[in-house]
């Protein structure tokens, strides 16, 4: 029966990836989906990108075997309501495509582009395969087909969702895969508790008997939490992969509201996950490794089709984001790469052609890479989220509110930040380096490229084109105001709603808040 329901499941996805395609008719519609996506594909596109298996699995084992308290110092909810209101609507304004094509056009200079497509190869190739493996891994145990098979399995499925049709399929697919998410709040989460005994079972006895499971920071260090906090809330948004998915937005508005609206149902699905790992211990305290936990409470719920839908939910945070990330190194070749440095003015069909080309090269790449196994590329894929957060994070932020900075700022920025997260990783890693005070190279890194940002940046001065650009993504007229009938001022009300934030965002905001910070109230004092 589980294996009935994951394939229905995963034919569903294909299906709507087909259906999905219809819209894809040029290298826009490919790309960003022309720019005319709405909330709810917004919503569904940012939603299923940053709920990866990282935070599906990873994470939430933390919570298995560390305790509860982690999850409420996550890093990324403060990150995205910073990145939603301070980054996405410069970001959007400035008609990129891709991250890339806003280093470009904010400072005049394809030289930081090439700086940033090479970064994201290397942070976002070995994180990729590591994705891939651990969820071919798990789902292979889960359903009895061979760690091979499930492999084949996967990789066809998100290299077809991706090939057909770009964004528009990855997208649909996405909001499809968020409603399966969301099924672990609503019908898992509920089976879970009753499974454990109910909620004083993981609540008040557990605490009874475990306070320390309780704590901000479980066993582990404080400042390793909190350097790992930091990855969370600089990295997430910085990930070249997740800043593109508000480019399919119709507006600014539809941005940012999609944008929070995809972190108010993120932090539910977040919550519930951590929730139910954590309350897995008072089952089984034998569960290796702790990312398993997860898989192994859904594969022992009594009701098995409750048990399917959970490995399903599982599947689609994997695929989601796998499609996400595919697509992001496709594009990367085709327009960060072949367009910008070879043929500026390559047609749309070519462009088309390379980008799907790129697409079935990736997924070769990755299924050989997961085929081998090899150890070096999984520990590799720790530097992911850390090397973006240390090359990316200070640009986009001091580069969409602060009209000074520059591009030589911006390049030794990028380069000292990044640079030190990436010699402190591999001497901690691979050499044996100890982590001093229990520090991660990412808090070092990320105060090089802030402080090297803002040095430079007060010792120079922009160029007229900078601050041209600045003054055009910083203001809040996404589009000329045209007069409806004779009533001027209506024409600019109109405009300023496209453009100004709504009661979404703010209910999400709030929303948001409680859950994940006072959220901490389903714990005992």
């Known amino acids: 029966m589980v294996v009935a329901i994951f394939f229905g499941i995963l034919i569903a996805y294909l299906v709507i990836g087909f259906i999905?395609?219809?819209?894809?008719?040029?290298?826009?519609?490919?790309?960003?989906?022309?720019?005319?996506?709405?909330?709810?594909?917004?919503?569904?596109?940012?939603?299923?990108?940053?709920?990866?298996?990282l935070g599906t699995l990873g994470y939430p084992g933390l919570s298995y075997s560390e305790g509860i308290g982690l999850v409420a110092i996550w890093g990324a909810l403060p990150g995205f309501l910073l990145a939603a209101f301070l980054i996405v609507p410069q970001l959007y304004r400035s008609g990129s495509w891709t991250l890339f094509d806003f280093f470009e056009t904010r400072w005049q200079d394809k030289s930081l582009a090439a700086v940033g497509v090479c970064v994201m190869f290397f942070g976002m190739f070995?994180?990729?395969?590591?994705?891939?493996?651990?969820?071919?891994?798990?789902?292979?145990?889960?359903?009895?087909?061979?760690?091979?098979?499930?492999?084949?399995?996967?990789?066809?499925?998100?290299?077809?969702?991706?090939?057909?049709?770009?964004?528009?399929?990855?997208?649909?697919?996405?909001?499809?895969?968020?409603?399966?998410?969301?099924?672990?709040v609503a019908f898992i989460l509920p089976a879970a508790l009753a499974f454990f005994g109910g909620i004083n079972k993981v609540t008040v006895d557990m605490y009874a008997s475990s306070p320390q499971r309780f704590s901000l920071t479980g066993s582990l260090p404080p400042l390793y939490v909190l350097s790992s906090c930091l990855i969370w809330f600089f990295g997430m948004f910085a990930a070249p992969h997740q800043a593109s998915r508000i480019m399919i937005a119709k507006?600014?508005?539809?941005?940012?509201a999609g944008s929070v609206l995809?972190?108010?149902?993120?932090?539910?699905?977040?919550?519930?996950?951590?929730?139910?790992?954590s309350g897995l211990w008072v089952i089984t305290h034998d569960v290796k490794p702790s990312s398993s936990a997860l898989p192994y409470l859904f594969a022992h719920l009594p009701s098995t089709a409750i048990g399917a839908l959970g490995i399903s939910a599982l599947f689609a945070a994997a695929l989601s984001s796998a499609t996400g990330m595919l697509l992001t190194l496709s594009m990367g070749v085709g327009r960060d790469v072949v367009?910008?440095?070879?043929?500026?003015?390559?047609?749309?069909?070519q462009?088309?052609?390379?980008?799907?080309?790129?697409?079935?090269?990736?997924?070769?790449?990755?299924?050989?890479?997961?085929?081998?196994?090899?150890?070096?590329?999984?520990?590799?894929?720790?530097?992911?989220?850390?090397?973006?957060?240390?090359?990316?994070?200070?640009?986009?932020?001091?580069?969409?509110?602060w009209r000074r900075v520059t591009k030589n700022a911006v390049f030794w920025s990028m380069i000292l930040g990044g640079g030190i997260d990436i010699i402190l990783w591999i001497g901690w890693r691979f050499m044996?380096?100890?982590?001093?005070?229990?520090?991660?190279?990412?808090?070092?890194?990320?105060?090089?490229?802030?402080?090297?940002?803002?040095?430079?940046?007060?010792?120079?001065?922009?160029?007229?084109?900078?601050?041209?650009?600045?003054?055009?993504?910083?203001t809040r007229m996404e589009i000329a105001a045209v007069a409806v009938g004779a009533n001027q001022s209506n024409a600019v009300i109109r405009t300023m709603r496209i453009d100004g934030y709504d009661w979404t965002c703010i209910l999400s905001i709030i929303v948001g808040l409680a859950l994940a910070i006072g959220g901490t109230v389903i714990l005992p004092p």
């Open 262 to 277: 995809a972190l108010t149902l993120g932090t539910v699905i977040v919550w519930a996950l951590h929730f139910m790992a």
């Open 351 to 401: 462009l088309l052609n390379i980008t799907r080309w790129a697409v079935l090269g990736f997924t070769l790449a990755v299924l050989a890479t997961c085929l081998a196994q090899p150890e070096a590329i999984v520990k590799f894929a720790e530097l992911g989220g850390s090397i973006f957060a240390c090359t990316f994070f200070a640009p986009l932020f001091f580069g969409s509110n």
């Open 432 to 474: 044996g380096m100890p982590l001093l005070f229990g520090i991660q190279p990412v808090l070092y890194g990320i105060t090089a490229s802030i402080l090297t940002l803002v040095v430079i940046t007060l010792r120079s001065d922009p160029t007229p084109g900078e601050t041209k650009e600045f003054e055009r993504i910083t």
């Open 20 to 53: 999905a395609s219809r819209h894809t008719k040029g290298a826009d519609e490919f790309y960003v989906t022309g720019r005319r996506s709405g909330i709810i594909l917004v919503l569904g596109g940012f939603a299923g990108t940053w709920i990866s298996a």
């Open 339 to 349: 367009k910008r440095f070879f043929k500026s003015n390559l047609p749309d069909k």
């Open 251 to 256: 507006d600014t508005r539809t941005a940012v």
């Open 126 to 184: 070995p994180y990729f395969v590591a994705q891939i493996m651990g969820a071919a891994t798990l789902l292979s145990t889960l359903t009895g087909l061979s760690y091979q098979t499930m492999l084949y399995i996967v990789c066809a499925t998100f290299f077809l969702l991706t090939i057909i049709g770009g964004a528009w399929s990855v997208t649909v697919t996405d909001t499809a895969m968020l409603l399966v998410k969301l099924s672990l």
